[in-house]
């Protein structure tokens, strides 16, 4: 059977839009009365908190009010969705070659899975991107309360897939160690530089496009089934 492929989101299918997002945070800050820099040094402090915990909504009232605002309900919903309309450019920047990367996948018969540590404003939206039909699963860390490197997040991607974890193959650009996360629970991981070179001293195999990875996967030494 050929095996199933997990991928990282961010940096690895699509671009990770780190100015754009500081941008618009900084736009919401005005929305709700705090000073940009401010909301966005409490952004970039508050990750865990929002990628495991915190909805939209919640980030934004919990952050403003920590830096002195009591925003109404409709400029927190107003701020939030500004959020999730970044989130929904961001899902649909995917670019085309990508697409064809995992429809051959599929078509080669890859189970494909996503596993990736993203706050709200991505998995809200992720249903009607490009991406979605493509996968078979789709975790994010928001949902299940377990980001990447945790050994239960991967886990828990392949009981969704039906499969051992060592049965599956890990492609990531690195970010929050998760190349290192894979490999401990016995995937077989590659290190993708297509979008960000983020963990050069992941001492694995690294390719810097992902159309090389059908073929990659077509070499008899990768695809072998690991021993049990
Ligand atoms: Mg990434």
């Known amino acids: 059977m050929s095996r199933p492929v997990i991928f990282d989101l961010f940096h690895t299918l699509i671009h ?87 429809d051959a996948l599929r078509g080669e018969g890859h189970p494909l899975a996503l596993i990736s540590n993203a706050s709200s404003d991505t998995a809200e939206p992720w249903p009607q991107s490009p991406l979605a039909g493509r996968f078979d699963i789709a975790i994010f860390s928001c949902d299940v309360g377990l980001a990447k490197p945790d050994p239960a997040i991967y886990h828990l991607a392949a009981e969704r897939l039906g499969v051992r974890p060592a049965e599956c193959v890990f492609v990531g650009d690195g970010a929050d160690g998760e190349l290192a996360g894979a490999a401990a629970v016995g995937m ?39 021993a049990e």
């Open 188 to 226: 077989t991981v590659f290190r993708t530089t297509e979008h960000n070179d983020t963990d050069p001293g992941w001492g694995g195999p690294a390719f810097a496009t992902l159309g090389d990875l059908p073929a990659i996967l077509r070499e008899p030494s990768k695809v072998m089934e690991p």
């Open 16 to 102: 990770g839009a780190d100015e754009e997002r500081d941008r618009v945070v900084g736009e919401m800050a005005v929305m709700v009365g705090v000073v940009p820099a401010e909301l966005v040094a409490a952004y970039h402090a508050t990750w865990r908190d929002r990628l495991v915990r915190w909805d939209v909504e919640e980030t934004i009232r919990i952050l403003a009010g920590r830096l002195g605002s009591t925003p109404t309900n409709e400029q927190v919903t107003r701020a939030g969705e500004h959020r999730r309309a970044l989130g929904r450019r961001v899902l649909d920047s995917v670019s085309t070659a990508t697409l064809d990367v995992l």
